[in-house]
């Protein structure tokens, strides 16, 4: 004897579309999200080689107050993608230091550059005022060394 | 009967079908060209320019950073040198540290010395926890 009513094979009353109405609303609020936070590249990332630090810290800082001075190997200095003598840098970071007061200077130096020429670019720092440096390294972690 | 009054058969509503597409499109384009801040690093504030103080020689300790990586320990009183390397200064520091929390470190790298070896150095400074820090070039 068959069985008619299982009760298997009842309709369910759930509807089994997915919602699409509100959709247009998630895709906004992450296209509002993403569009807060995007910051176009200005400059052109140049070739070097980081320097490892183990206590390399985030700096917190708006990316407008950051200004980013490249020394390649063979110890070129780029400025806003533009390569830069070390006599001039004074000249070129103080209107920047005058008009944001708040500017931090990350020296984003080739592991290999001597360090007449890094130390050439801090003075020149200080003749314009711009005091607030960072030197831009990659964190590094040594197994080696027992945790504190 | 009137023309003017027949009804335009026009749906005054918006479509919202596509609302969802165009705005996923847009959401792709901020998506992709979205740059995280990601900025790091040792940061050290130089001091202002002819700004020179007199410091006790008992206040400092010097790290003499040679050409080749080698680091040079002098204690400011003393005339006594240590060679080490640049991994036994975090120690080093820490424990002067603990006796003279007015201690400076000071940073004197040779000219030709690598960037890299004077930032390890930088680095164990920071690491031991050292708050007043000098960089200097090592002259001859």
């Known amino acids: 004897m068959a069985i008619k009513d299982t009760g298997f094979h009842r309709k369910s009353g759930a509807e089994s579309a997915i919602p699409t109405s509100s959709l247009a609303d998630i895709a906004f609020l992450l296209l509002i999200f993403f569009m807060v936070t995007t910051v176009f590249r200005k400059e052109k990332k140049r070739q070097i080689d980081w320097v490892g630090a183990e206590a390399t810290k985030k700096i917190d800082e708006k990316r407008k107050n950051v200004l980013h001075i490249w020394v390649e190997r063979n110890g070129d200095v780029y400025i806003n993608d533009r390569i830069t003598p070390y006599d001039d840098i004074s000249e070129i970071v103080r209107p920047i230091y005058a008009e944001n007061r708040e500017i931090v200077v990350a020296l984003r130096g080739d592991r290999d550059v001597p360090y007449f020429q890094i130390n050439t670019i801090t003075e020149e720092l200080q003749a314009a005022g711009a005091v607030r440096v960072t030197f831009a390294t990659r964190l590094e972690q040594r197994a080696s060394r027992p945790r504190r | ?140």
């Open chain 2, 1 to 140: 009967m009137p023309i003017m009054q027949r009804k335009i058969r026009v749906s005054d509503e918006i479509p919202t079908a596509s609302l969802a597409d165009i705005a996923f499109l847009l959401l792709i384009f901020f998506l992709t060209t979205t740059v995280f801040n990601e900025e790091k690093g040792l940061p050290i504030v130089l001091p202002e320019q002819a700004e020179e103080q007199d410091v006790s020689p008992k206040n400092i300790i010097f790290f003499l950073v040679q050409a080749d990586g080698r680091v040079v320990v002098r204690r400011g009183e003393s005339e006594q040198e240590q060679v080490v390397s640049y991994r036994e200064v975090e120690g080093i520091l820490r424990s002067e540290l603990v006796a003279n929390d007015k201690l400076i470190a000071a940073i004197k790298t040779d000219p030709e010395a690598a960037y890299r070896h004077m930032i390890n150095v930088l680095d164990e400074v920071k690491l031991a926890g050292a708050e007043r820090i000098s960089l200097q070039v090592l002259e001859e």
